[in-house]
């Protein structure tokens, strides 16, 4: 049984910076898509970020480009997603999700991610 377990976020001032850590573990294939989604009150889930099983396929929303960065640490199992001037816009629930084929994630869409961490709650003050 897979298992996503994130970590990492909390409540920042604008300006400020937060990483989060999605471990995993319980997979059956050796390839895989790890990416991050947020959802913000009232709004639908949408993609942060991606990456596979190598660094040039890192992916990241042009909302967030500019100043987050995601990482994979092969040997532990984990990514990670690097926000850095956070605004209060970036408030939301961030989910880990992983993604055994196609490219759902890439595409941002969430009905096609096939396994979900529970979410960590990131909160931007101003």
């Known amino acids: 049984q897979v298992q996503l377990v994130e970590s990492g976020g909390g409540l920042v001032q604008a300006g400020g910076s937060l990483r989060l850590s999605c471990a995993a573990s319980g997979f059956t294939r050796n390839t895989y898509t790890i990416g991050w989604f947020r959802q913000a009150p009232g709004k639908e889930r949408e993609v942060v970020s991606c990456i596979g099983h190598t660094d040039s396929s890192a992916y990241l929303a042009d909302s967030v480009k500019d100043r987050f960065t995601t990482s994979r640490d092969y040997a532990k199992n984990t990514v990670y997603l690097q926000m850095n001037s956070l605004k209060p816009e970036d408030t939301a629930v961030y989910y880990c999700?992983?993604?055994?084929?196609?490219?759902?994630?890439?595409?941002?869409?969430?009905?096609?991610?096939?396994?979900w961490g529970k979410g960590t709650l990131v909160t931007v003050s101003s």
């Open positions: 999700a992983l993604e055994y084929y196609g490219s759902s994630c890439y595409m941002g869409y969430s009905s096609g991610i096939d396994y």
